[in-house]
């Protein structure tokens, strides 16, 4: 069995169901995002987007899962993942790939930033797939399940707010830190993986 199907296998008996996807724009801000897996030569592998720098947006340049709010044609929390990552990353994800399971919804944990509910989906992506990004996004790349599992959170990211530096634990990539919500996202997926 390849690193990518004993991966699925365990997720499909980990991964909650896809269930309480409504969207009530009266009650929260909403988005969701997509934590995207592939079969790359038998091991799993997943996408990892770099934000497009833009002074409105307080995720600027963040490394991230492709995503964002959702609107109001949007049927679900569902349709909105799928369209802002066709819209992000040029990946249908209702087209020959598909969404097995979610996360917990999360909120950020600064004060700071928006008050917005984030749910990441996991999905399998296409077998065919080509990524056409968009103006939001500078870089996307693919970074293995397994390799981000050994390393842990062994980074870290500093930022230094009025004069004082904050850290925060982080996943190591090819493009710095993954750090913030996409981290937690990440430590709550693999830790459904053995």
Known sequence: MSDFESICQ???????PLTNLTIDMDRVRQAAVSLILRDYGGLAQLLIIQRAEHPDDHWSGHLALPG????AGDADLLATAARETSEEVG????????FIGQLETIKPNNPRLPVIEITPLVAL????????LSAEVD????????????QGRSSVHRLLIEDIEHQWPA?????????GITERILTEFLALLD
């Open 10 to 16: 365990q997720l499909s008996k980990r991964l909650p």
């Open 68 to 71: 964002g709010r959702a609107e």
């Open 91 to 98: 990946i249908d994800l209702l087209k020959g790939g598909g």
């Open 125 to 132: 992506a296409p077998t065919q797939l080509s990524l056409q």
């Open 139 to 150: 870089a996307a790349f693919w970074v293995s399940v397994g390799w981000l599992k050994q």
């Open 171 to 179: 996943y190591p990539s090819e493009r710095g830190p993954i750090w």
